[in-house]
């Protein structure tokens, strides 16, 4: 046993028995060209679409990003105020 070399764990290869990389490929430049033109509708399962419509559907998350605005807009004014307070007080000691 050795400590300061410890043994890498061997590799995972899993290799397709029933899988036809030339058949798929062109299936999707198929299913491309019939999208392009106009032939089938994409409809179905689009994950881009999908993902996070539920969580942004809900009544509290829309109120929640509607605050969020208005507290930045705050922190943004308070922020500046501070830096202009700040500025005047150093060109009144320098003046």
């Known amino acids: 046993m050795n400590l300061f070399r410890m043994p890498k764990p061997r590799g995972f290869n899993h290799n397709?028995?029933?899988y036809d990389e030339r058949r798929a490929r062109l299936r999707e430049i198929e299913e491309r060209?019939?999208?392009e033109l106009g032939m089938e509708q994409?409809?179905?399962?689009d994950a881009d679409r999908i993902r996070g419509a539920f969580a942004?559907?809900?009544?509290?998350?829309?109120?929640?990003?509607g605050r969020r605005g208005h507290a930045c807009q705050r922190f943004n004014?308070?922020?500046?105020?501070l830096l202009?307070?700040?500025l005047l007080a150093l060109l009144?000691?320098?003046?």
């Open 16 to 18: 397709y028995i029933y």
């Open 33 to 35: 060209a019939r999208r």
């Open 42 to 45: 994409s409809g179905g399962y």
């Open 56 to 65: 942004s559907g809900t009544r509290h998350s829309r109120r929640a990003r």
């Open 77 to 81: 004014v308070a922020v500046l105020a």
């Open 84 to 86: 202009l307070i700040a």
């Open 92 to 95: 009144r000691s320098i003046g």
